[in-house]
C-alpha cells in the first residue's frame, strides 16, 4: 500500500505531508540491503588499486570485481548471453552498500562488537550447502559450496558476522518505530479518494502511412543504433564424444562370466532353510531323557514337559545355518544342518545348558546354475568393462592433452570421431534457425566452450550418465553488428517504428494541450486528424489501486497522478503508442469512520520509518568513520567492468 502513496496528487496539501515520507521509503532500502559484510586490509595510502577508506577498513579494486563477478554469475542463470555491461548500473548502489558495511565494521571494531570462532563455526554447521546426505556438517560439502560460488572460508566467515553484526547494531535501531494516528489518518483519507476522468490512446500504427527511408536515412538510423543490433559473440564448437557407442563393442566373454560365478559362487548356490524345534536343560541326565522320548515319538514340547520348569522349549522357523548358529552354537547348528527333516539331535551341549532339537521341516529355494546365471552376469560385468574402457579413453585423452596435445592430436590418439556446430550463441541456439538444438547432455559442454580462449588446451567434460566430450572453440566471431544488409528489412521497420513513434507523440501532445484548455478529449483527439479509438471513462477509488500489487493499467495509475482538470501523455508498452489521460472529477476521501484502514496504514508508515531510522543510523555511522572516496580509482574501475574487464 504505502508504494502508492508515491503516486498522490500534486496539491500542495499532497506534496507537503509526502515529502518527509518519500525520503523515508526511498532512502530506507539500504537498511534491507544490509546483508554481506567484507573486511579490508588495515592501515593503507590511498592508491589505484584502493576504491574507498571507511575508517581503517578499505574497499578494494579486487573486492569490487569480485562482487560484480558473483552478480554476474545471478543474473546469466536468467539471462546466458548477459556481459557485464548489462550489469553496470549495478556498480553504483553496490559500491554505496559495500561503504556503509564497512562503516558497521568499523563501529563494531570501535566499540568492541566481536563474535567468537565457535559461534561462527557453529553458524557455518547450520548451512542447508555445508551439510551432507546424512544432514549433518560435511567438509566436503562446505569445499564444494564454496567452489562452487567462489568465495573462500574467510569471506563465508565475514559474510556471517556481517549478518549477526546487523541483528545486534542496525536492527534495534531500525526495529519497533511508531506512527501516531493524527500522522496516519490523512494517508488513510488519500487512499479513500475517489477519482473521475477519461483517456484515449494514440497507437504508433496510426501514423505509418506514407513512411519510408532513404538509403542514406537507413545508413544513418543503423550507425546510430548500432548497438541494438549487435549479435552476441558466436562459436563453432569441435565436440569429440566418449560414449557408449565408442565402446559398442566391448563385452564380457564366456571366461570372464565363468571366473566370476566360481569367485561368486556362494550367491549362486541354492539357500537352504530349516524349521527347528529345541530343549535346553541344565544337566546332560535331563537332556537323555528328553531325546529318548522325542525319539519314541510326538512333539519335542511334549516330550520336554516331564522336566518342567527346567525345560526351554523354542521353535524357530526358516532359519539359516548361519541365524541358528547364532541362537544355539555352531555345534548344534552343524548336527542340525546335517540331519534329515523329522530327525532328532543331540543332547548336544552348548553355552546355555544341553539343547536336544528337532528338524521339522527342510527348505531348498534359489540357486542358479552357470547357464542359468549367464545372462545377468554377462550384463553386469559387460557394463563394468565398458565403463573401464570409456575411463582408459579418458586417461588416454587427458594424457595427451597433459603433454601438450591439441584437440586434433589428443582425438586423434584416442581415435574419436569429431564433429563441428554450426555458428552458436553462448545458450547453445543458432541465429537463423531456430529449430537447431543441441542434445541437453551438451550443455555443460557448450558452456565450457564458450568460457575458454581459442588458444587455451581442449577441456573434457562429463555428460553425466552419458560419458564424456572433448571440447574446443574451432571458429570465434566476436559480438559486432549485424551487416546492414543481412538485416535490412528488420532495420528499415524500426526506422519506420520511430518515426511513427515521434508523429503519435506529437498528436498526444497537441491532444493533451487541448484537453487542459477545456476542449472534451474526445473531440481534441477527433480534431488530431489521425484515426483513434474513441476516448473512454475512467473512475477508480485510490484504495483499489494501492490493493492491486502493481496490476493496475496505466491510465489509471495517472489518473491519481494529476490534478484536476491536467492532461498527461504516457507510452504505451513496447512503443506501441501513447495514451491521453485527463482528470475531470475529484472526490476526497474521510477514513474517520473507518479505524481499521487508519491502524493497517499506521503499521505501513511504521515499517518505512523504521527503515529510514536504519538509514539514518548506517549515515552516521559513515560520518563518524569519515569515509574517503577515491574518484580517479572508482571511476576506472567502473568504466573497466562496463568493457568486460576482470
Not at 560439502?141 to 567452489?147: C, E, K, S
Not at 490512446?201 to 519510408?212: D, I, Q
Not at 535346553?280 to 518342567?308: C, F, H, I, M, Q
Amino acid at each position: 500500500m504505502l508504494s502508492f502513496f508515491r503516486r498522490v496528487s500534486k496539491s500542495k496539501f499532497g506534496t507537503a505531508i509526502m515529502a518527509g515520507i518519500l525520503i523515508a521509503i526511498l532512502a530506507g532500502f539500504a537498511v534491507a540491503d544490509i546483508r554481506n559484510f567484507g573486511s579490508g586490509d588495515v592501515g593503507f595510502a590511498m592508491s589505484q588499486n584502493t576504491l574507498a577508506k571507511v575508517g581503517d577498513q578499505v574497499i578494494t579494486e579486487r573486492e569490487m570485481s569480485e562482487r560484480m563477478q558473483r552478480r554476474l554469475q545471478q543474473v546469466r542463470q536468467q539471462n546466458p548471453e548477459a556481459g557485464y555491461s548489462s550489469i553496470s548500473s549495478d556498480f553504483d548502489p553496490m559500491l554505496a552498500q559495500l561503504i556503509s558495511e564497512r562503516a558497521a565494521l568499523a563501529f563494531a571494531d570501535k566499540y568492541g562488537f566481536s563474535f567468537s570462532k565457535k559461534l561462527v563455526d557453529g553458524y557455518i554447521a547450520q548451512l542447508p550447502q555445508a551439510k551432507g546426505l546424512n544432514g549433518q556438517f560435511s567438509e566436503q560439502a562446505y569445499q564444494t559450496f564454496l567452489q562452487r560460488e567462489r568465495l573462500t572460508d574467510a569471506q563465508v566467515r565475514q559474510l556471517i558476522v556481517g549478518d549477526m553484526l546487523q541483528r545486534m547494531v542496525v536492527t534495534p535501531v531500525a526495529a519497533n518505530a511508531r506512527v501516531s494516528v493524527g500522522v496516519a489518518t490523512p494517508y488513510a483519507s488519500m487512499l479513500l479518494e475517489s477519482r473521475e476522468g477519461e483517456a484515449v490512446a494514440v497507437p504508433v500504427e496510426s501514423f505509418k502511412s506514407g513512411l519510408r527511408p532513404t538509403d542514406a536515412q537507413l545508413q544513418q538510423f543503423y550507425a546510430a543504433k548500432r548497438a541494438r543490433y549487435t549479435v552476441p559473440e558466436q562459436r563453432v564448437l569441435r565436440f569429440a564424444t566418449v560414449g557408449p557407442e565408442q565402446v559398442a563393442n566391448v563385452a564380457a566373454s564366456p571366461e570372464d562370466v565363468a571366473a566370476y560365478y566360481k569367485a561368486n559362487q556362494a550367491s549362486y548356490a541354492a539357500k537352504e532353510t530349516r524349521s527347528i524345534s529345541q530343549v535346553v536343560v541344565p544337566d546332560r541326565e535331563a537332556a537323555n531323557a528328553v531325546a529318548a522320548r522325542a525319539k519314541s515319538g510326538g512333539t519335542l514340547a511334549a516330550a520336554a514337559a516331564p522336566a518342567g520348569s527346567n525345560a526351554a522349549v523354542t521353535s524357530l522357523q526358516d532359519q539359516t545355518r548361519q541365524a541358528y548358529s547364532a541362537v544355539a552354537g555352531d555345534a548344534v547348528a552343524t548336527a542340525a544342518f546335517s540331519a534329515p527333516s523329522g530327525a532328532i539331535v543331540g543332547p548336544i551341549q552348548s553355552d546355555f545348558g544341553w539343547v536336544v532339537a528337532k528338524v521339522d521341516a527342510v527348505r531348498s529355494q534359489g540357486g542358479k546354475t552357470l547357464a542359468q546365471a549367464t545372462p545377468e552376469i554377462s550384463e553386469k560385468l559387460t557394463a563394468e568393462k565398458r565403463k573401464q574402457a570409456i575411463e582408459n579413453v579418458v586417461d588416454k585423452l587427458q594424457t595427451s592433452i597433459d603433454e601438450g596435445g591439441n584437440f586434433m592430436e589428443a582425438a586423434a590418439a584416442a581415435k574419436l570421431a569429431i564433429t563441428n556446430t554450426p555458428l552458436i550463441v553462448a545458450s547453445g541456439a543458432m541465429r537463423g534457425n531456430p529449430a537447431f538444438k543441441l542434445p541437453p547432455q551438451f550443455a555443460p559442454a557448450v558452456k565450457t566452450g564458450f568460457e575458454i580462449a581459442p588458444n587455451d588446451p581442449p577441456e573434457l567434460v562429463a555428460m553425466n550418465e552419458q560419458g564424456y566430450v572433448l571440447v574446443s572453440p574451432a571458429q570465434v566471431v566476436p559480438a559486432s553488428p549485424a551487416p546492414l544488409a543481412t538485416i535490412q528489412d528488420r532495420v528499415t521497420a524500426d526506422w519506420i517504428g520511430e518515426q511513427a513513434l515521434k508523429r503519435a507523440r506529437a498528436a498526444a501532445d497537441a491532444i493533451a494541450a487541448k484537453a487542459e484548455r477545456g476542449i472534451p478529449l474526445g473531440q481534441a483527439a477527433r480534431e488530431s486528424g489521425a484515426t483513434l479509438p474513441a476516448a473512454a471513462p475512467l473512475a477508480a477509488r485510490r484504495i483499489q489501486i494501492a490493493r492491486a500489487n502493481g496490476e493496475v493499467p496505466p491510465p489509471l495509475r495517472v489518473l491519481f497522478a494529476v490534478a484536476k482538470g491536467k492532461a498527461r501523455v504516457i507510452p504505451v508498452p513496447q512503443a506501441k503508442g501513447f495514451y491521453v489521460v485527463k482528470v475531470n472529477k475529484i472526490i476526497p476521501g474521510n477514513a474517520m469512520l473507518q479505524p481499521v484502514l487508519i491502524s493497517r496504514v499506521q503499521s505501513d508508515l511504521a515499517s518505512a520509518v523504521s527503515q529510514d531510522y536504519g538509514h539514518q543510523f548506517l549515515a552516521a555511522l559513515s560520518a563518524e568513520a569519515k569515509v574517503q572516496r577515491n574518484d580517479s580509482a572508482i571511476a576506472a574501475t567502473k568504466s573497466r567492468i562496463a568493457s568486460g574487464g576482470n
